[in-house]
């Protein structure tokens, strides 16, 4: 019996951890042989990579046009490998930008499309659910909310869960952590979590430092900086050799976050993990001047932290573009540490958006929606 045949792509980061457990599981179902756009993990989970995701990642609009050579090369080969291909089925994983223009060519040719972490279409650029509605076969949605959105615009949808609520657990005690990276355990931990692409990294830790310089007046406060997956702990020293002292962990976000009693988070899927493993936190973003200008126009939604999207009010504080500035996550930070009451009072909320994120098995609901449809 021939094995099926599915095309895959995932351009960014977060997207391709997802995929790469997603990819296993279908595996493991289906026998079935799987190529496409990823990283290191897909390629760890037997996808064949056609490309990088690396040669297509990028954030912002100036990046984009700085990259669209790389970009147009690798949906081409995607594109033309598909058709030479005929894949029994294709599957997205979020980069909306990138998959929603080969979902074009794919449907074109014949195959069918499933959309995993659908895109946030909610969020800006409403009309794309028309474009959705066209050309995927089936979305499935990680966020609660989302579910009702497209059932309202006709788009066939299940609403699978988070798969994060699977993964996110650390390893160490707070206790063992301190220890293991000779932080006091008398003392406050503030964790730092910048973000994983050069951009957010080059936007975002120069104002947390700066932030962590008005908190170091405190004796009592202590920070430790999480390097996401991939980023060089030598080019973070760099960054925060002249500021207040600052550990960098590699490997242990799970165990940083767990360990802190408050985090300032980068926007995106941090923000999700850090909700999961109930830490107060500060949410940040800021993007260049020419993003930020064109996103104003476009972005429709009240909130702009994922965690208070999900609970449908402001959870957490975020403090985005201009107003995300030293003074004001110093004050917010030091609000929530100087407060036991103000902890515990995000710790319950956050606790309610981790029941609305689903129960555990969101990835094996999606194999099994996607092996049904082979």
Known sequence: MKKPLILISAGEPSGEMYAARLAAALRART???????????????GVE???DSSQVAVVGISEVVRRLPSVWKVYRQLADEAERRKPDLAILVDFP?????????????????????SPQVWAWRPKRVQLIRRLVARVLCIFPFEEDFYRKAEVPVNFVGHPLVDSVKPTLSREQFASKHGLDTGKRIVALLPGSRPSEIAHNLPVMLEACRFLASDTEYQFVLAAAPGVAKESLSAMVRNGPPVHIVEGATYDALAAADCAIVSSGTATVEAALLGVPMVVVYRVSATTAFIARRLVRTPHFAMVNLIAGRRV???????AFTPEAVAAEARRLLG???????????LAEVKRRLGPGGAIERAAGIIAGML
């Open 31 to 45: 026998g079935a042989h799987l190529f496409g756009l990823g990283g290191p993990r897909m390629r760890e989970a």
């Open 49 to 51: 990579l056609l490309a």
């Open 97 to 117: 930008d990138f998959n929603l223009r080969l979902a074009r060519r794919l449907h074109k040719q014949g195959v069918r499309i499933v959309y995993f972490i």
């Open 316 to 322: 957490v504080p975020e403090l985005i573009q201009e």
């Open 339 to 349: 407060s036991a009451e103000e902890r515990e009072t995000m710790r319950r909320e």
